[in-house]
């Protein structure tokens, strides 16, 4: 879609580029730096020839002076001058996996002496009178779960001091998502935050989110939101040095032009059914935006027998025989041709046995539940037959998570039992408990407990 662009525009290194995970596990570095420059920029200060982010450089180069961090060529730091204006990119994302577990990076800012704080001292010194604009893919702003710590927020807040910096636009931060199970308290993040200094701080929303996701009523300067609908993509209008005005959208007339479904399959081995001796297929649709849309299967094969429910957002399959298989899930638009897909691939074999994981009426009564990490499935309806991480949660509105443990089921001969564990999380105290006297030898030693805040 960008390579359809026809104006020039340059990319700001996020999070979520830095992957994906199955590279760091065998090389233990993040594939994803090297694909960003494969893909946007060369190694040169100049831009790759190839790289559809340089459509139409051509037509700016007397007057366009791009230039990177080549100390530092692993870090997206950049800056450009442009009309009388100069802009400075930096690379806050963290290097360091997630938890030391979980996906990807950790989502908070990292303000790194010698890399971007060293390129963003560099640039405002050479720059020094001219007025300048920031970006970066985490706003500059006070938050140690998605940007910087106190510390660092300090030490940005004295660079900038008495420096020409209207400025600074970030994305990151996003409405209505799940943290740890819990619902977001960010209803629209298309916002203004409080200043640094004379600085301007402003965050974007995703296209995706902003599209589709739900706004705030209030329309505000800052916010852009007109009649319930967000603004999808901020417009900076610059008419000189001394007149740049932010506060300006594009919001959707009708709400409709920027769908995004985004649609996602899980699926898991079914503890429920099978026919001969092969294990029928759980399968579960779900879709980003709260728009309506219809389910549309194609399980890639011969089937024994297919039931799904009334809106095909859940379907038990059966397969005649074993194979490998590619499902592909459609979800169409109720009120135009607009369709998204996405596909997965799956192996069934014979006399597999998938393993669950027996519960106490006492656990069924709290609400305990298990979730596969791998499918994103409960073990209510799907077994596994090979090691995953297990997410322990409470069923309720949203499920509160109390902790995590890592299994190897293609070890098992038989369900595991965990009936006798003892576990629960109370907000009010702020404690949560993961226990077992002796735990199944299936499962390894090192555990997660998260303990609520309160």
């Known amino acids: ?66 230039e990177r961090d080549l100390e530092h060529p692993d870090y997206k730091n950049f800056s450009f001058s442009y009309g009388g204006i100069n802009f400075i990119g930096l690379d806050f994302v963290s290097r360091e996996k997630f938890m030391k ?8 800012a990292v303000l790194d002496k010698e890399k971007n704080q060293k390129w963003l001292e560099k640039k405002l010194e050479e720059f020094n009178t001219e007025p300048v604009i920031l970006f970066a893919h985490h706003p500059i702003k006070l938050d ?5 710590s106190l510390n660092e927020f300090l ?64 329309a505000t300067e800052e ?52 026919f001969n001796n092969i294990p029928c297929i759980e399968l579960e649709a779900h ?27 859940e379907c038990l399959v059966c397969y005649k025989r074993a194979g490998e298989y590619k499902i592909t899930l459609s979800a169409k638009d109720k009120n135009s041709k607009f369709i998204e897909k996405i596909s997965k691939k799956l192996k069934v074999n014979e006399i597999i046995i998938p393993r669950t994981i027996k519960k106490s009426r006492e656990l069924i009564e709290k609400g305990i539940e298990f979730i596969s ?42 369900d595991l039992d965990l009936s006798k564990l003892i576990v629960d999380t109370d907000f009010e105290k702020g404690k949560s408990i993961l226990y077992m006297k002796e735990w199944p030898k299936e499962i390894e030693r090192s555990k997660i407990l998260f303990v609520p805040k309160r």
């Not at 140690?144 to 910087?148: G, P, T």
């Not at 209803?187 to 701080?201: C, E, H, L, M, S």
């Not at 879709?287 to 429910?309: A, H, L, M, R, Y």
């Open 155 to 218: 030490q940005i807040k004295n660079i900038l001091e008495n420096k020409i910096v209207p400025f600074d636009f970030g994305g990151h931060i996003h409405s209505f998502e799940e943290f740890h199970g819990r619902d977001s308290r960010v209803a629209n993040a298309n916002k203004k935050y409080d200043p640094i200094g004379t600085t301007q701080v402003f965050t974007t929303e995703a296209l995706m989110v902003g599209s589709n996701g739900r706004g705030v009523e209030i």
């Open 373 to 414: 990490e791998k499918v994103e499935m409960s073990f209510d309806k799907i077994g596994q037959i090979v090691k995953d991480k297990i997410r322990i949660l409470k069923r309720k509105s949203p499920a509160i998570p109390i902790g995590e443990i890592t299994v190897h089921f293609e070890n098992l001969e038989e």
């Open 1 to 66: 879609m960008l390579n359809k662009l026809e104006i020039p525009y340059i990319v700001v290194f996020g999070n979520h580029d830095v992957g994906p995970d199955e590279y760091f596990e065998k090389e233990k570095k993040w594939k994803g730096i090297e694909w960003f420059d494969q893909v946007f920029w060369s190694t040169s200060s100049i831009p790759c020839k190839n790289a559809s982010s340089t459509k139409n450089f051509e037509t700016l180069l007397n007057e366009f002076s791009f």
């Open 144 to 148: 140690i779960i998605n940007s910087l």
């Open 101 to 108: 577990i979980g996906f990807g990076v950790n989502a908070n």
């Open 287 to 313: 879709k980003f935006s709260e728009k309506p849309c219809d389910f549309v299967w194609d399980f890639g094969g011969e089937t024994f027998s297919i039931n799904c429910n009334s809106d095909f957002s």
């Open 223 to 274: 916010n852009g939101v007109i009649d319930g609908k967000k603004g999808i993509i901020r417009i900076v209008k610059v008419f000189g040095k001394e007149n740049i005005k932010a506060n300006n959208w594009e919001t959707t007339e009708k709400g409709d032009e920027f769908l995004a479904f985004n649609p996602k399959i899980n699926l898991g081995f079914s503890i429920k059914s099978q």
